[in-house]
């Protein structure tokens, strides 16, 4: 486009001239500025949680620590119990991600595969409507529900309420990629003789791999994160999660700013690390599942 | 040979697990809130009926009246402050290209990360004594401020904090539309002599609406939800300042003095709030989205 640009329109000026240079980097200088908002608050934590004290936060709060002190990071993760509060995280976002990306995965393999149309439309639409209902409007009922189920306090009153929630959303999309997937491979399964189930698991289930993984993610992120139910449905200190744990420890140790930092620290960097690898995947997950809902 | 994939058994094995879960952490949740939301029940067996006077306790409330205001800022302060800076980074992002990737995934990071956490981080930050924004402003002169217990200042924190975990969140899905248009388009506004900024507002806007229309419906329905943020950085204090309708509901229907049934009618209330706001958008602005075409 350039030359011919040049040719049509040489006389063309912005009235005001500004120096092509300048308004290259402009916008550079404008976003780098955004990006340090972003960025400082976790060099600070991490800056600070390699501090003793608050002593040295407040003595310079914008420096290198003076001598690395990684003690905080030890006594967080032992005396603190963060490690109770990572597992506790770890085995619930990988537990209900796994079963709730499977039971959606089978789902929608029945609604879209599988030839009962008609029941398929009315299971389908019947499930959508769980998209109409935002999460904290149902969170007193689920409390009660959990109450009377007698599993307030122990991790089943998260695991079920959390695969649940993830469904609507995950059969919606896992739906939506399987309906791509062309006939042609099944047909020739039936001929030869290849009961649903397997088809199901061989066929079906490899092919959707890319659709299974995005909704993992978010199904992960959203537990990973979550922090009303884990909050009034767990009270024991023992099977809490990061998020709740993180507040609990902030309450504890209200005075220890470089120890909070350390806290802060272990409950964020497996996010990063992990964003780090998948980034592509996370944010077309996340974004996907917004617009559509 | 074809009926493997009509067996309804099969499809059975496939749908209900799916729908027994979703049955019982969604439809009867809500059916049980419809319910509950007219007794006074309080976590013990006998309630009675008691028609509408949760709805009416809660309106007469001023600290109700109060959460509702609350929650109108947060609309506000997304609508007529995120959304044009998003629109605005949004656009910068995506007519550079160098580094776009990197802006892309760095503003997404928040997005990404607890609530819970952010509050922590947030509520180091606005720390008074050692917070590195009050030891920064002192470098000006500026007195401490104690951002998070002053009513002057916590409402406004706790907005900047909220706008800092989800702009980019926003950012990245306004880009991806920007992205979308077509390079022919911007490219013959550049023949014809428009300058940066006019190609932004008379060719990007306008082609975006539809996206932005999304964005505010997103903020709006997030601005009814928001609680976790408030929880962990004020709990609606101090003196009610930053109470919104969910931590309201949360404060009041969780105490030491549970009140289900009053905790019920606030979630429906909240829930019917969410309806109408959006529904009114989508009558008022939404609905001449795309005239433009």
Redesign the interface.
Known sequence: ?QP??KR??PA?R?RVVVPKKV?RVL??V??MA??A???F?FI??VF?SLKES?LE??AH??GFPTKLYFHNYVEAWVKAKISVYFWNSLYLSVSSSVVGVL??A??A???T????LR?SKM?YQ??L??ML?????????????V?KMGILNTHWALF??Y???A??LS?LLIAAFMRNIPTDL?EAA??D?????R??LVLILPLTLPALVTVFIVNF?GV?????LA??FISKDALKT???G??GF?DAFQTN?AL??T??VF??TP??VI?AFL?EK??EG??AG??KG | ??S?????Y??A???L???L??C???????A??SF?AFTDWN?LEDYSFIGFDNFTTAFNDPDFRNAIVNNMYFILFSVFIQVPLIIF?AI??G??K??QGF???????????????I???????Y?P??G?LN?LLSVFGIDPIYWLADTKWAMVSVLAANA?QWM??YI??VL?AILAIPREVN?AA??D?A??RQRALLITVPLIRPIIS?VIM?SI?GA??V??II??MTKGGPVGSTEVM?SY??NE??GVDPN?GF??AI??I??AF?LVLTALYQLTFGRNQGGND
């Open positions: 486009m011919l640009l049509t329109q063309v912005n308004k916008p550079h404008v976003l955004y990006v908002v972003i960025l608050p600070f934590v600070s608050n936060i407040a709060p914008f039971l959606a089978g789902t393999f029945a609604l595969r599988m030839k009962l029941t299971i019947f499930v409507i769980g209902i935002p999460g904290n409007v149902l969170f007193i009922a689920q409390y009660v529900l109450m079920l309420p695969t649940a929630g469904l609507p059969v099944e039936v001929v003789g290849m009961g649903a189930i088809m199901f992120l990973w994160n979550e922090y009303l909050n009034f990061l998020p709740t993180m507040v902030r700013y909070i930092c806290g802060i409950s964020v996010v990063l964003y980034q996370i944010i996340i974004t917004s617009v | 040979m074809k493997t994939l009509k067996n309804p099969v499809y094995m496939f749908v697990p799916t729908l879960l979703y019982l952490f969604f439809i009867y949740p809500m049980s809130s509950y976590g980074f910068l992002i007519q550079i160098r580094f802006y892309k995934t760095t503003v997404f990071i928040p997005s990404i990360l607890s609530t819970s956490v509050g922590i981080l947030w509520g180091f930050i720390e004594e050692i590195p030891k800092w980019g969140f990245v899905l991806a490219e550049e023949i002599g300058s940066g999304v997103l329905a009814m939800r609680v976790d929880l962990v969910a509901l949360v229907a969780m289900y905790g019920t979630s429906l909240i829930f969410a």
